[in-house]
């Protein structure tokens, strides 16, 4: 059965949809050297920020964007906002004071949302280049568009989420517990406007 909604997971004291992508260099110094100490103060927070974390990132992401546009998508960001398909156990566990927000996929614009199977740093390829080692899939290397949601789902099956709580290598592991879903618009901040959620800095 193909989900009906997509889920975006954030820190309780953290506005849902903030993005690293966004800030500038001092301000995401900033952010990654808090995003650190949470981890190393507190053993339910296992979000892991490398030091070349965001080289990554960029790099999947123009990627990401890229291929998004030659499947004829229409971002209106330079990033999108991420989602998972469904929900994911393991994510909304990677850290203990997670919250959520979960939208209905009919709510977006077919032109302005795209998923890749799995989450995109695996998919779009540039891990082992950070000496991350992935084993390549068929599905990997693809930005799919929202119509094309039940046939790959149908092909490929739906991940099997993690219960497991393991979390202490996660990124040197098999990674293929989720559908990531990009949202390329705001529309995720018209709805929790819209849904009257409390947005905090």
């Known amino acids: ?4 909604i997509a889920t975006h997971y954030h820190l309780k004291d953290k506005a849902p949809f903030l993005s690293l992508s966004d800030l500038t260099e001092d301000e995401l110094k900033s952010i990654i050297q808090e995003l650190d100490s949470r981890r ?3 053993n339910q927070f296992n979000r892991v920020y490398g030091g070349r974390y965001m080289e990554l990132r960029v790099k999947t992401e123009q990627r990401l964007r890229e291929l998004f546009i030659l ?7 330079k990033t999108p906002h991420y989602f998972v398909l469904g929900q994911s156990y393991w994510f909304k566990n990677l850290c203990s004071d997670s919250h959520e927000v979960s939208i209905p996929l009919s709510y977006f614009s077919a032109d302005t949302i795209s ?3 799995p989450d995109s740093f695996v998919s779009m390829g540039f891990m082992p280049e950070f000496g991350l080692s992935v084993e390549k899939k068929d599905y990997h290397g693809n930005v799919f568009r929202l119509h094309e949601l039940s046939t790959v789902i149908d092909k490929y099956g739906l991940p099997e989420d993690d219960y497991s709580h393991s979390y202490g290598s996660y990124a040197n592991e098999e990674f ?3 559908i990531e879903v990009q949202v390329w618009d705001e529309s995720p901040i018209q709805w929790i406007n819209e849904k009257g959620i409390t947005q905090k800095c």
Do not use: S
Request: charge should be positive; avoid cysteine; glycine fraction near 10%.
């Open 71 to 77: 499947a004829g998508g229409k971002p209106k960001r």
């Open 1 to 4: 059965m193909v989900p009906k």
């Open 40 to 42: 190393t103060q507190n």
């Open 176 to 178: 293929e517990k989720f």
């Open 115 to 117: 998923f890749t199977y």
